[in-house]
């Protein structure tokens, strides 16, 4: 099957994916009803579909992942695409090379999209602005993952048929994280209402200028919400006290069983993981009939897929009217 | 020595009330005299034999601008400056007299560092330039530098440049032993435990953006602490890159109380908003970082009343290879002495909020009041330090044309109305933009 075969029904004319903030409501529909489509036609990413043949997909990882890139590595595969893993954990600078010449590199091997990962918020713009390439966020500091929210308003939509109209607790650690910021911005362009909850130490101030409500109490909002999102506690990107306790964090905004019973019946549990067990979420609960956390992780091969895809219907190409 | 005379421009100096159409007469390196203007009159038959006329018709004659605190990096980082380059850069840019920062490597914090500054601006024969020593040994922040042995090198202040003075026992000792010197100390006011990690100004951009932080709070606590110590100690204290709300209202009370404090702002800090953060533009990337729009109306209002009675191009000039990394390990910084009086003019002087007096003042008697140099005037006998502007010049700057040896400028190939297009230092033409007749 040839790239300009498949059906995309909404709009997109993207050459890169740097954040859902800057995304209409349409594109994210476009991503989204593509990856429903590849899940018919993958047999829920399974399958191989050919769409990306004959193209080499760079996984430049600056910080350590390996949920992220073996997901990306496989949806790449599955389309067909030559793929090429760098991982560099240290910052390029301190190796003699800037990130730019390290990118640069590896695209001159004949690179067609470079998916890229880093520690620092707007690294993968600066890429997009050297590069020819089409660059895709896998996550820049604390800024945005965009296809984290997708693959978590994805799975939302799986399991509600909707996004308009619903209420999401976003849980945890809202400052230092890109999950937060991709979700916002999704759901609130998608209609949801959207609460984020958590100790005032990780909840920057002016949050409620995107758009969102604030919480610091979970029980008070636990009623009310038709999911929630438990943002993992990121220790590697505090620097000193933001809570007094693990303990003290688990029991004010864990989700644990007695949790789960003052919920909605229906409430839908997503986690974007890593997931530290006992910290924001309990054994009982992950595993428990309301959580949707290795759904989360087969539909984001899937919006990976469809993201690949729909940048390389836009790439720049060496020849022109190829692809 | 030769003459020079500078016919009917516009005659603004602060420092003597003068804004009157005049002609201006130099000689021997001084300001000799200054005579009404009378259209369409010859310049005077008693002029000395082989006097210079420049006809400044159109243009604003100012005393020499003089800028507080430059970095030159000369000694140590040559790669983005030296003092050769940043003086022309400064002449370009109007200055005729700039303190030199001590952050270079090794630190000015010695005699010898401070005359090798002296030694290369007198081999560079571009602009004035006047050391700022190191208030601590190797910035360290823990033990005065040699203070009277920099004064005897020629150091005019004292800086530990961007690194704040965190101990208040050091700073104390500090405001106590300039005393005797009466040399201030230029601190750059921010808690640094605030400040780390932080790469713009905190609030609701940062937010958006995942940025860190650098939080209003960062200056204004190390500011009333200043304040406080400068009380304490009745020393003379100056403040660098101004750029908050509180920090002005506390400088104003405190000035007010007659504590010995001033401040300086600089020209990027009125122009531009935290805003310009969101490409993640490195070269945007300041310390302290562009804040929002309610600190910047009230630097322009401590500039209105006098609060803050400087103008500083706090130049930072670094390579390119330096600015192309990723935000959290590019070095903070514009190279601006270029655009500096181009920049002030669209802050300022365009929106209404300065008279050119006024403006002027900051650039110019400010400034020298501050250094405690008898310059930034053009009263009969000062130094013939001028500054010719052309008010309606419009121009596109070109980063690639920069006489600096960098080019980290957030505002390349913007255009911009109005510029100095003469210098003259000493009595003599040191630059010009276009070839004098």
Redesign the interface.
């Given at each position: 099957m040839q790239l300009n075969e498949l059906p995309v029904t909404g709009p997109w004319g993207e050459r890169h994916l740097l954040g859902l903030?800057t995304l209409s409501a349409e594109q994210l529909g476009t991503i989204l009803d593509l990856a429903d489509e590849l899940r018919e036609r993958t047999e829920n990413g399974t399958r191989r579909i050919e769409l990306l043949k004959g193209l080499a997909v760079a996984n430049l990882f600056f910080e350590n992942s390996t949920r992220t890139r073996t997901s990306f590595s496989l949806a790449a595969r599955r389309l067909g695409a030559d793929t090429v893993d760098f991982t560099a954990s240290s910052?390029s600078?301190s190796k003699g090379e800037?990130?730019?010449d390290t990118a640069r590199t590896i695209e001159a091997m004949g690179v067609d999209m470079v998916i890229c990962r880093?520690?620092?918020?707007?690294?993968p713009?600066?890429l997009a602005d050297h590069l020819r390439s089409g660059v895709l966020n896998a996550g820049?500091?604390?800024?945005?993952h965009p296809t984290q929210g997708l693959l978590d308003i994805f799975t939302i939509r799986r399991h509600l048929g909707r996004i308009r109209g619903l209420t999401v607790a976003l849980v945890g650690d809202i400052r230092h994280s890109?999950v937060a910021?991709s979700n916002i911005h999704g759901l609130l362009k998608l209609g949801a209402r959207v609460i984020v909850c958590g100790p005032p130490t990780l909840i920057?101030?002016?949050?409620r200028?995107?758009g969102v409500e604030v919480a610091w109490n979970f029980d008070e909002i636990l009623p009310e919400v038709d999911c929630v999102n438990l943002l993992r506690v990121q220790f590697e990107r505090q620097?000193g006290a933001f809570f007094p306790s693990i303990a003290e964090y688990a029991s004010l905004f864990g989700m644990n069983g007695d949790r789960i019973r003052r919920a909605r019946k229906d409430v839908l549990v997503l986690a974007p993981g890593p997931i530290n067990r006992g910290v924001e979420i309990t054994p009982e609960v992950a595993d428990g009939p309301h959580s949707v956390i290795l759904d989360q992780v087969t539909n984001g091969l899937l919006i990976r897929m469809a993201c690949l895809t729909l940048l390389a219907r836009e790439r720049k190409t060496p020849e022109a009217g190829a692809a | 020595m030769s003459s020079l005379w500078i016919s009917g421009g516009r005659v603004v100096d602060p420092a003597s009330g003068v804004d009157e159409i005049a002609d201006l007469l130099v000689s021997s390196g001084k300001i000799a005299s200054l005579h009404r203007h009378s259209a369409g009159a010859s310049p005077p038959a008693d002029l000395p034999a082989g006097t210079q006329v420049i006809d400044a018709t159109g243009l604003i004659v100012s005393p020499g601008l003089i800028d507080l605190h430059v970095s030159l990096r000369e000694p140590g980082f040559e790669e983005d400056e030296v003092t050769a380059t940043g003086t022309a850069a400064a002449l370009a840019g109007g200055f005729c007299t700039i303190a030199a920062q001590s952050d270079t490597n090794p630190v000015v914090d010695n005699r010898s560092a401070a005359e090798f500054i002296r030694l290369q601006a007198d081999r560079a024969a571009n602009c004035r330039v006047l050391p700022l020593g190191a208030v601590t040994r190797q910035h360290a922040g823990t033990e005065l530098a040699e203070i009277g042995q920099l004064v005897d090198g020629g150091a005019v202040a004292f800086s530990d440049a961007k690194t704040p003075i965190s101990n208040s026992e050091v700073m104390r000792r500090a405001l106590e032993y300039t005393r005797m010197f009466n040399r201030p100390i230029f601190h750059f006011s921010m808690v640094p435990e605030l400040m780390e990690g932080g790469v713009m100004h905190e609030g609701f951009e940062a937010t958006r953006l995942g940025l860190r932080g650098i939080p209003a709070a960062a200056q204004d606590i190390m500011t009333g602490r200043d304040i406080a110590l400068a009380e304490l100690t009745e020393g003379r204290i100056h403040l660098m890159c101004v750029t908050t709300r509180d920090s002005v209202s506390q400088i104003r009370n405190a000035r007010a109380r007659g504590i010995r404090v001033t401040a300086d702002v600089t020209p990027h800090h009125l122009l531009l908003t935290d805003s310009v953060m969101s490409t993640f533009d490195t070269l945007c990337k300041t310390n302290p970082p562009f804040r929002s729009r309610d600190h910047i109306e009230a630097l322009i209002e401590g500039l209105k009343d006098g609060t803050i009675s400087a103008i500083s191009s706090d130049h930072q000039p670094h390579s390119f290879e330096k600015k192309q990394v990723e935000l959290d390990v590019a070095p903070f910084g514009i190279c601006s002495l270029e655009t500096t009086l181009s920049v002030c003019i669209r802050a300022l002087i365009e929106p209404g909020h300065l008279t050119w007096t006024q403006l002027l003042a900051a650039l110019t008697s400010g400034p020298a009041a501050i250094l405690g140099i008898a310059a930034g005037t053009l009263r009969p006998e000062s130094p013939a330090d001028i500054t010719l502007i052309d008010p309606n010049f419009e121009w596109t700057v070109d980063a690639t044309r920069f006489a600096s040896r960098s080019r980290n400028t957030p505002f390349h190939n913007q255009v911009f109305r109005g510029r100095a297009v003469v210098t003259i230092v000493d009595g003599q033409v040191r630059w010009s933009l276009n070839p004098l007749p």
């Open positions: 903030e910052s600078l800037t990130f730019i880093h520690r620092t918020p707007g690294a713009h600066l820049d500091g604390t800024h945005e890109r910021r920057p101030a002016d949050i200028r995107l620097r | -």
